[in-house]
């Protein structure tokens, strides 16, 4: 093995110094584009967040007016839980290009109050009314209607 001059050393350790700030700079500016957005499922609470979770907008849409408060919160709870998911799972693909499967990565993970999008816990997406409606024809349907008591 042939010994590394001291200047050529310090040139490669400067290259690696300059490619890792640059990565910096790349991860910083497309974790600066994260954020993530939810809608209740009955579409009357809608929240966004940025990368780190927090509430960045709020809407609240006229169907809300009557309703009871403690409902009202736990939908726009339950949509910004949903919101910093989505918002994480951005969060844990750029730093997986960035740092690979690796200890920072699973510590990136770790502080995901809410975990992320994408961790094997989503829930399912609820049916749209259309996916729900029931289209078979009036003689099938009176014939064997559906359980409304379930």
């Given at each position: ?33 994260v ?37 009202i ?23 997986t290009e ?18 992320y ?34």
């Open positions: 093995m042939e010994p590394i001059e001291p200047d050529q050393w310090l040139a490669q350790y400067g290259q690696k110094i300059e490619q890792a700030k640059h990565n910096a700079e790349q991860a910083k500016a497309q974790l600066g584009d954020g993530g957005s939810a809608t209740s499922p009955d579409g009357l609470v809608t929240v966004s967040v940025n990368a780190s979770g927090a509430l960045t907008n709020l809407i609240l849409r006229p169907g809300l007016r009557g309703e009871d408060p403690e409902r919160s736990g939908a726009i709870m339950t949509a910004v839980a949903q919101a910093q998911r989505n918002a994480a799972g951005q969060v844990v693909q750029i730093m960035f740092v690979g499967d690796s200890p920072a990565l699973d510590f990136v993970k770790a502080n995901m109050p809410n975990g999008s994408g961790d094997g816990t989503d829930e399912a997406e609820p049916e749209s009314e259309l996916e729900r409606r029931d289209t078979r024809p009036d003689d099938e349907y009176f014939t064997n209607p559906p359980d409304v008591m379930a």
